[in-house]
């Protein structure tokens, strides 16, 4: 499974952001796709994640703020971002879960600042 992250920019506190995950394959048979961050000097962290079930999870820090969705026949997964935070600069990186076996996309930056 390939995976091609994209959407990540600059944007002001308050600002807002979509994040796409576009996989190679059909996203139908994945059992679980999401986000993890990694901002600089700290540990990569999951931000969201979502099963093949649909159902979401989110770290604590986005709650309310952040919303994970997917659209099967695009065989895409978004991480909608609303409300940034200077404290969401990080790098952002996309994953899926197929047969046991984790696979990671490129990650996109994402900085909010004024």
């Known amino acids: 499974v390939q995976l091609q992250a994209s959407g990540g920019g600059l944007v002001q506190p308050g600002g807002s952001l979509r994040l796409s995950c576009a996989a190679s394959?059909?996203?139908?048979?994945?059992?679980?796709m999401g986000w993890y961050r990694q901002a600089p000097g700290k540990e990569r962290e999951l931000v969201a994640g979502m099963t093949g079930g649909d159902i979401v999870d989110y770290v604590d820090s986005v709650k309310g703020r952040f919303t994970i969705s997917r659209d099967n026949a695009k065989n895409t997964v978004y991480l909608q971002m609303n409300s940034l935070k200077s404290e969401d600069t990080a790098v952002y990186y996309c994953?899926?879960?197929?047969?046991?076996?984790?696979?990671w996309g490129k990650g996109t930056q994402v900085t909010v600042s004024s």
């Open positions: 994953y899926a879960d197929h047969w046991g076996r984790r696979y």
């Open positions: 394959r059909s996203i139908f048979s994945i059992s679980a």
